[in-house]
């Protein structure tokens, strides 16, 4: 059996990877959820603990965006089988311009909670029944609003300093990213017309291509 640990995007619950299907008699799935930071708390030791849900040898990683960030950096920590990123980056130097502006700024100290908290005005105030289903969707994956954990998960992304990756990484990246866009990322397996909100969305690609990429 080969055990798979996701580890979903910034404030976002485990069940952004319930449409994900694997065989289950190859694949056994253990999504993890979000910890809170402890204060001050470094990127290193957050991986490190977030490796104490992991309990099973050669772990196959997966994480998406800020999540594949954290599974790099609990990679650094573990032998894995494989590491996989989906619409997330593999060095600082991915990270688009306006987010590094953002952390030239300092932004991170204040922008999540407001950000998080407006989704509920979105669904509140939506036109349209398209409108209505992405809030929808929105208040059911993004349900991570604990202050302290975002305020630390956006400073940590935008100032996260790695230049240098492992070369066995996985990359998945939508051509239509729009947090990641796709002209900043290099050396990955594209998926085109995928945003990255893809892990939902394209869910079916992910079943059925995620078992090749694993392998035996």
Known sequence: MIHVYLVPGMAANPSIFDPIKL????????????????????MSSYAKRMLEEVTHENPVLIGV????????????NVNYKKLIIISSVK?????????RFSKALGLYRIAPVGLVRHVNLLSEYAVTETLKHKAELYQKYLSITDPVYLH??????????????????????????????????KDCIPVKGGTHAMIISRCKWFSKNLPKLIGD
């Open 152 to 185: 630390w998960a956006l400073e940590h992304m935008l100032c996260w300093d790695q230049t240098t990756y492992a070369k066995d990484l996985i990359h998945i990246h939508g051509t239509a990213d729009p947090v990641f866009p796709f002209k900043y990322i």
């Open 65 to 76: 965006s800020f999540g594949g960030v954290v599974v790099q950096e609990m990679a650094k």
């Open 23 to 42: 065989p289950s008699d190859r694949f056994s799935l253990h999504p993890l959820a979000w910890k809170i930071p402890q204060p001050n708390e470094s």
């Open 91 to 99: 060095t600082k130097a991915e990270l688009p311009r306006s987010m």
